[in-house]
């Protein structure tokens, strides 16, 4: 079992930016896949951006260019740093991870962009 700890949302006017961090229960370096997905009412939940290794990453096109996500073995964390926020981000995004076939997610953290 791992549990997933999630820290950084909040509101921010668009143009802003956030860090999302994740800290797993287990060393990082035993989990395959962390991952940030995010969710709004009557949506499926999507994917932003993912990192299997330290030398490879995924983003959605809508977070190219904008979003960074990095993984910091000494840290134990995934963080996802999300630039240049638009209204459309505003979601509740999960950070995920998958080990030994599992599948694990945290609880949530609500990032809204207003002005």
């Known amino acids: 079992q791992v549990q997933l700890v999630e820290s950084g949302g909040g509101s921010v006017q668009p143009g802003g930016s956030l860090r999302l961090s994740c800290a797993p229960s287990?060393?990082?370096?035993?989990?395959?896949?962390m991952g940030w997905y995010r969710q709004v009412p009557g949506k499926q939940r999507e994917v932003v951006a993912a990192?299997?290794?330290?030398?490879?990453?995924y983003y959605a096109e809508s977070a190219k260019g904008r979003f960074v996500i990095s993984r910091d073995n000494a840290k134990n964390s995934v963080d996802l740093q999300m630039n240049s926020l638009k209204p459309e981000d505003t979601a509740v995004y999960y950070c995920y991870a998958s080990r030994r076939s599992s599948g694990y997610w945290g609880q949530g953290t609500q990032v809204t962009v207003s002005s």
């Open positions: 287990v060393s990082i370096v035993s989990v395959d896949v």
């Open positions: 990192i299997p290794s330290a030398d490879s990453t």
